[in-house]
């Protein structure tokens, strides 16, 4: 269910394993996603697909500081490839090996379990039968169930493509984080820190984002606005054409979903988006072949299981203990975060990217193993200043 990046990822991997899929979404899957997405490029090159990538970026920085003396005042180097998909690229790479998917574009409304099978039920009345649904609908699925821990805290921003009076990062670069914030008065500096990312795509073309993190209400749009063109104006830029404005809004630490379910989920719907950073694709690409292998298995192996045996061994496949105790980490990571005011922030992330570059990529990427992750974490708190110290403990100086 879906025609995301998941529900394709999951498709094509499972078309791959010779099963009978259809697919099902709201929209044709050949219509263009609307998001664009990012990625570090080693991840990719991991898979061998980094030619899907529209733009690449080699010179690739960050700003942590703010006045002359201050630490981080000048940009630090991530030495570090980042990259933009071509999204019609992508998007036609998994099309082609979806080859022989049948697609409905229907309306799922609700999920029955008869007769050990699982019949979508669609809004046109239509209605589907299969060993088991995979619900790729995104974060907001309506059909997969999980606890209920209070509020989620949502990474929200607001970016614009287009042309501006002077240019906001240099000819070739990519900004992942700059949070100067010379611009923001006493009362803004108190109130949820945001940061600028932002790239260089050509021709005088230049993509503007002011992102919160996360952050529970999310940041309004509107504030993320008011927020961007302060920034730039402190500067003396100003934007002179539109070409395209990005509203992004998605749950950071959505609860993991109950493993006991006759409905397995992929995706935004699995809770798969890296509660740190909130990148997702790359994991998608990487879990996909994984889950669908051992899927194809369970099928052909244990030919009478049902819709809630197949859902329940292939939970555990998604979501192995070992990636749930990581997931608790970085959530626990990200919490902390949370509580800390932007020059707190600012301080975190300057000693964050003084990490080995091999452990932070692959915290970002979540490709660390347990212990490591933990030793990376550790290592971290060592060699932060005793304000971050105390901060990721939980005692925060006002
Ligand atoms: C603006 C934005 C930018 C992002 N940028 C990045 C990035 O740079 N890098 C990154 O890794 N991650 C990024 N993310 C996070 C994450 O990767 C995306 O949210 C991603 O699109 C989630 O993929 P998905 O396939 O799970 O869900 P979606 O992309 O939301 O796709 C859901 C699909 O399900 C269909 N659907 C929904 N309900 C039904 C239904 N009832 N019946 C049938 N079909 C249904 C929809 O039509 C759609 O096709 C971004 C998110 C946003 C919002």
Not at 125 to 132: E, P, S
Not at 198 to 210: I, P, R, S, W
Not at 309 to 326: H, M, T
Request: hydrophobic residues 40%; aromatic residues 12%; glycine residues 6%.
């Amino acid at each position: 269910m879906g025609a995301g990046p998941a529900a394709l990822c999951i498709a094509s991997e499972l078309i791959q394993q010779g099963l009978n899929v259809s697919a099902l979404a709201s929209h044709s899957p050949k219509e263009p996603w609307p998001n664009t997405y990012g990625i570090w490029a080693e991840e990719l090159e991991s898979l061998g697909i980094a030619s899907l990538l529209g733009h690449r970026w080699k010179d690739t920085v960050s700003y942590f500081g703010n006045g002359k003396n201050e630490e981080g005042a000048n940009p630090t180097s991530h030495d570090f490839d980042y990259g933009l998909f071509d999204q019609a690229a992508f998007q036609n790479a998994l099309l082609d090996r979806c080859e022989g998917l049948n697609w409905a574009i229907e309306t799922a409304e609700k999920i029955l379990f008869v007769e050990k099978l699982s019949e979508v039920v669609c809004s046109s009345g239509n209605k589907y039968r299969a060993r088991i649904v995979i619900d790729a609908s995104g974060h907001r699925s309506r059909f997969i169930r999980r606890p209920n821990h209070g509020d989620v805290a949502q990474q929200a921003a607001y970016g614009v493509v287009g042309r501006f009076s002077s240019p906001p990062v240099n000819k070739n670069q990519f900004v992942l984080m700059d949070f100067r914030s010379n611009h923001l008065t006493k009362q803004e500096l108190k109130e949820p820190p945001s940061f600028l990312y932002a790239m260089d795509f050509g021709n005088d073309l230049f993509f503007v984002e002011e992102t919160s993190l996360a952050y529970s209400p999310p940041v309004s749009w509107e504030t993320l606005k008011d927020r961007l063109i302060a920034r730039l104006s402190s500067r003396g830029i100003e934007i002179e054409q539109v070409s395209h404005e990005e509203y992004c809004l998605f749950p950071m630490n959505l609860p993991l979903p109950y493993r006991n379910q006759s409905i397995l989920a992929f995706g935004g719907a699995a809770s798969m988006v890296h509660p740190a950073s909130g990148y997702m694709v790359g994991a998608l690409l990487r879990r996909a072949p994984e889950l669908a292998k051992k899927l194809s298995e369970f099928m052909s192996i244990e030919p009478a299981l049902d819709s809630a045996d197949l859902a329940a061994k292939s939970w555990n496949i998604l979501w192995p203990p070992e990636l749930v105790q990581r997931h608790r980490l970085y959530q626990f990571g990200l919490k902390r975060l949370m509580s800390f005011d932007e020059a707190l922030l600012r301080s975190f992330f300057a000693t964050f990217f003084r990490l080995p570059k091999e452990d932070w990529s692959r915290f970002l990427a979540n490709t660390l193993p347990l212990p490591k992750l933990v030793f990376v974490m550790l290592r971290l708190f060592t060699i932060s200043p005793l304000k971050v110290k105390l901060g990721m403990i939980g005692i925060v100086i006002v």
